[in-house]
C-alpha cells in the first residue's frame, strides 16, 4: 500500500516536473534587493535612516506599479538585515542576503568598517553592491562589482583641511579620531596629509578606541599643544562627549567635524555644546533641488523627521540601481553591474554625480553645514 | 636556603616572575623618564588622579555586587553589568521628563533622589527577578550551569531593553548644580567629579557598617562562609541570598545614575564595558571579599588615567591612551602574578582553599 502511495507521488512529481520543464520558462516574478543596515551597535540612528530610505523608494515603485525591465514590470522585494555595526556581522549578512535571498543587488552597509567586508564578500560573489555613506577609499578599491553614492574620504580631508584654514585661518590643527574604526583613521590621515601640504602644521594627533567615554587625557594633551582648531573626524554618539569633556577643560577652540557628524542625534547628544561646530556632509536640506525637496517632504510625511544625509544617500542608492536596472533591460547581476559602471549622469538628492568605467566612485561635490541654534545649516559647498 | 628557593621554583613559575620583572622594569622606566620630560604640570597629574578616582569609585560600586555575589554563591553573576544598565536607562526618561516640566530645574536636589530612587529600584527588582527565576532553582546544579545561565540571562536583558527603549543613545538632561568647577588655589576640579567620589564613599562606607556591624550583615557573612552551618543556626539562607542580590542591585543602580551623570549618555549596551572592568576590579581586589572590590575598583580607575600618561609617554609610544585598557589587563595579570589571590584576598584563601 504504501509502496503503491509512493510510486504515485514519485509519478506526480516527474509530471510536474516535466510540466515546468517546457511551456515559457518564467523568469522571477519580482526583484529582490538586499539592505544590510546597522539597525542596532554603535550607531542605530544609520541603520534606521538606512531602512526608512529603503523601504520608501521601493514603496515609491511598488506604488506604481513596479520596475519596468525589459517591457515587464516587476515588483521589488526588499530583504532588511542587521549588522549590529560588527564588521564580521556584516559580512555574515551579505553573505546570507546573496547566498539565501538570492539578491539581485546589496544596498548597504553603511559605516566604512562594515562596508570594506561586506564589499570582499559582494565582490567574490560578482553581486553588484552600493554602499550609500561608506567614504573610506578601501571599500571600492579594486573592485568590479561595488559602488557607492557617496565621495571619498581623501576629498573630504581636503575639503575640511582647505576649510579650516581659509574660513577660520586655522594655522596649528588637533585631531583626535577613533584609531579602531577605519573611517576615522583614514580621514584623520588625509586631512593631517592636505592640512601640512598646505602650509600648516598639525600640532596634536590623538588616537582612542571604539566605546571609550572618557578622553580627558588626550584633550589635556591637545590644549597643552595650543592648536587654532579641533578635527573630530567621529561617529556623532561619541563626537558629544568629546565636545563637552573639552568644553569641561577649558577648550574653547572652534571645532570641525565630517560627515558622520550629519545625524540629528549629534544635537539632542550634545544640547547647547554643540552650537557653532561645523562639518562637512553630502547634502544640506535647507537649500534642497526640487528632487531633494519632494524627497525631503514625503520623508517627513512618513516619518515624521527631517531626513539626514544616511537616508539621502540610501534613497540615491536606490535610485542608481533603479536606473541601472531599467537601463540594463534583464535581471541579471553582470548586466545591472555593467549598466552601473556608466551612468552617465545621475541628478540624485545629494546633488549631480557620474560613474566612470573602472572606478566605484561618484564624482560629486560637498557641502560644509553649520550647527545653529540647534539646527543644521547650510555654510557651503566644495565642488569636486 | 637559597637553593631550596630556586629548587622549588618550576619553569612556569621563574617564567611568570621574569615577566612581572620585565613589566615593573618597564614601568619604572616610563614613569621615571616621563616625569623628567616634564611635560606635564603637577595640575594634569592632579587632573588625572581625581578622575581615576572618579571612574575608579564607580567600577568599585559595581564590583561590589560581583563579589558578594560570589562570595555567598560562588558564581559570576554576568548579568551584573545589565542590571547595572537597567537603572540608570529607566531613570533617564523619568530624567527627561522632569527635565521638560522644569522640576528639574528648580528643584536639583530632589529631582536627582527621585532618579536615583528610580534607578536603584529598577536595578534592585532586576537584580531579584534574576535571583528568584534564573538561579534560585539551579542553586544545586554543577557549577558551570549557573554561569551559562548568568550569560543568556545577561543576553535577554539586553535585548529585552533594547525591545523596550530602543537601540538609540538617550542623553542625560544637564543638571547645572553640577556643571562648572570648583577652583582650589591653581587647582581645578569638576564639580560632577566631586559628587561622583564623595557619593560613592559614602555609600561604600555605609555598606561596609552594614555588612560589619547589623545583624543582617553578619546573617551575609555566615551565609557565605558556610552555607550548611548557617542554615543550622537558624539562618534564612536563601533570605540572605535575596538580600546580597539586594544590596547589589542597589549599588549597580547608583552607580549607573553615577556613571550617567558623568558621561550623560545611556544606551543598552552600555553595561558591558564597566562591567568587564568591574569584575576585573573584583578580582584584583580578591573575588569574594567586600573592601577588595572598593580597593580594586579605585585601583583600576587609576591605573587606567594614570597609565598611558606616566608610564608609557616618556618611552616615545605615540598616543599611548589607545593602550589604556591593555594596561588596566596588565596590571591585573602582574596582581595575579605576585598575589594569586588578589590585593586583599589572603583572608579569603585560608578560609575557602
Keep these: 500500500m504504501l509502496k503503491k502511495i509512493l510510486t504515485i507521488l514519485l509519478a506526480l512529481t516527474m509530471a510536474g516536473m516535466a510540466l515546468a520543464g517546457c511551456g515559457p520558462t518564467p523568469g522571477p516574478v519580482e526583484i529582490k534587493i538586499g539592505v544590510n543596515a546597522e539597525l542596532t551597535g554603535g550607531i542605530p540612528v544609520v541603520g534606521a535612516s538606512c531602512k526608512n530610505a529603503a523601504t520608501m523608494a521601493v514603496a515609491e515603485v511598488n506604488d506604481a506599479g513596479g520596475l519596468e525591465v525589459g517591457g515587464t514590470k516587476y515588483k521589488v522585494t526588499l530583504f532588511v538585515q542587521d549588522n549590529e555595526d560588527k564588521a564580521e556581522s556584516s559580512a555574515a549578512v551579505a553573505q546570507k542576503l546573496i547566498t539565501q535571498n538570492n539578491v539581485l543587488a546589496i544596498v548597504g552597509a553603511n559605516a566604512s568598517r562594515n562596508a570594506i567586508p561586506a564589499a570582499a564578500i559582494a565582490e567574490d560573489a560578482k553581486v553588484p553592491m552600493i554602499s550609500p555613506w561608506s567614504t573610506n577609499p578601501k571599500t571600492t578599491e579594486g573592485k568590479k562589482y561595488v559602488f557607492r553614492a557617496a565621495f571619498i574620504d581623501p576629498f573630504q580631508g581636503r575639503v575640511v583641511a582647505k576649510f579650516a584654514m581659509d574660513q577660520l585661518k586655522a594655522k596649528k590643527a588637533a585631531v583626535l579620531y577613533d584609531v579602531a574604526s577605519e573611517y576615522n583613521k583614514g580621514i584623520a590621515e588625509f586631512f593631517k596629509k592636505t592640512f601640512e601640504e598646505a602650509g600648516g602644521q598639525v600640532v596634536s594627533f590623538e588616537t582612542y578606541t571604539t566605546g571609550d567615554k572618557d578622553f580627558s587625557s588626550q584633550l589635556t594633551k591637545i590644549k597643552n599643544a595650543g592648536p587654532d582648531v579641533l578635527f573630530l573626524p567621529n561617529y556623532y554618539s561619541e563626537v558629544p562627549l568629546q565636545v563637552q569633556q573639552a568644553h569641561k577643560l577649558g577648550l574653547t577652540i572652534p571645532v570641525v567635524g565630517s560627515d558622520s557628524w550629519g545625524s540629528e542625534e549629534l544635537i539632542k547628544l550634545g544640547g547647547k555644546d554643540m552650537e557653532g561646530l561645523f562639518f562637512s556632509t553630502h547634502y544640506a536640506p535647507d537649500i534642497a533641488a526640487p528632487v531633494a525637496k519632494k524627497f525631503i517632504d514625503s520623508y517627513k510625511a512618513k516619518y515624521g523627521s527631517t531626513p539626514d544625509d544616511v537616508a539621502a544617500l540610501t534613497y540615491d542608492s536606490f535610485g542608481l540601481l533603479f536606473q541601472a536596472i531599467k537601463s540594463a533591460g534583464k535581471l541579471d547581476r553582470q548586466a545591472v553591474r555593467d549598466a552601473l559602471a556608466k551612468i552617465p549622469s545621475y541628478e540624485g538628492v545629494t546633488g549631480k554625480m557620474q560613474f566612470k568605467e573602472g572606478s566605484g566612485d561618484p564624482i560629486k561635490s560637498a557641502v560644509i553645514l553649520q550647527i545653529k541654534e540647534g539646527k543644521f545649516t547650510y555654510f557651503s559647498t566644495a565642488a569636486p | ?128 527577578l534574576l535571583e528568584r527565576i534564573a538561579y534560585r532553582p539551579l542553586r544545586t546544579a554543577p557549577r558551570l550551569v549557573p554561569l551559562i545561565t548568568a550569560i543568556g540571562a545577561s543576553f535577554f536583558l539586553q535585548y529585552t531593553f533594547r525591545g523596550l527603549y530602543g537601540s538609540g543613545f538617550q542623553a542625560y538632561p544637564d543638571i547645572r548644580m553640577l556643571q562648572g568647577a570648583w577652583l ?7 564639580k560632577i567629579q566631586v559628587v561622583v567620589i564623595l557619593a560613592a564613599a559614602l555609600m561604600m562606607a555605609g555598606l561596609y557598617l552594614f555588612i560589619q556591624r547589623t545583624r543582617i550583615g553578619k546573617a551575609i557573612r555566615a551565609v557565605s562562609e558556610d552555607k550548611e552551618i548557617a542554615a543550622l543556626m537558624g539562618i534564612d539562607v536563601d533570605g540572605m541570598i535575596v538580600r546580597t542580590f539586594v544590596i547589589g ?60 600618561n606616566l608610564f608609557l609617554d616618556g618611552l616615545g609610544v605615540p598616543s599611548p591612551n589607545q593602550l589604556k585598557d591593555a594596561i588596566a589587563f596588565i596590571m591585573l595579570v602582574m596582581v595575579l602574578i605576585f598575589r594569586p589571590t588578589g590585593i586583599l584576598g589572603e583572608r579569603l584563601a585560608e578560609k575557602k582553599a
Design chain 2, 1 to 128: 636556603m637559597l637553593r631550596r628557593v630556586l629548587e622549588s621554583l618550576s619553569l612556569t613559575d621563574s617564567f611568570m616572575w621574569l615577566t612581572g620583572g620585565a613589566i615593573v622594569a618597564v614601568i619604572v622606566v616610563g614613569s621615571a623618564a616621563t616625569l623628567s620630560m616634564g611635560r606635564y604640570s603637577g595640575r594634569h597629574w592632579f587632573d588625572f588622579i581625581i578622575f581615576g578616582l572618579a571612574q575608579g569609585s564607580i567600577y568599585a560600586l559595581i564590583a561590589l555586587g560581583y563579589t558578594m555575589v560570589y562570595g555567598i554563591l560562588r558564581m559570576i553573576n554576568f548579568a551584573h553589568s545589565e542590571i547595572f544598565m537597567s537603572g540608570p536607562y529607566t531613570a533617564c526618561y523619568v530624567a527627561m521628563a522632569l527635565s521638560r516640566s522644569g522640576f528639574l530645574e528648580s528643584q536639583p536636589i530632589l529631582s536627582l533622589a527621585v532618579i536615583f530612587i528610580v534607578a536603584m529600584a529598577v536595578s534592585t527588582v532586576i537584580a531579584v
Design chain 2, 184 to 190: 582650589l588655589g591653581p587647582l581645578r576640579i569638576l
Design chain 2, 249 to 308: 542591585g542597589m549599588s549597580a543602580g547608583a552607580a549607573g545614575v553615577l556613571y550617567a551623570l558623568m558621561y550623560r549618555q545611556v544606551h543598552f549596551f552600555m553595561g558591558f564595558i564597566p562591567g568587564i572592568k568591574a569584575f576585573t576590579a573584583a578580582v584584583l581586589g580578591g573575588i569574594g571579599n567586600i573592601p577588595g572590590a572598593m580597593l580594586g575598583g579605585v585601583f583600576l580607575g587609576l591605573f587606567e588615567s594614570l597609565g598611558p
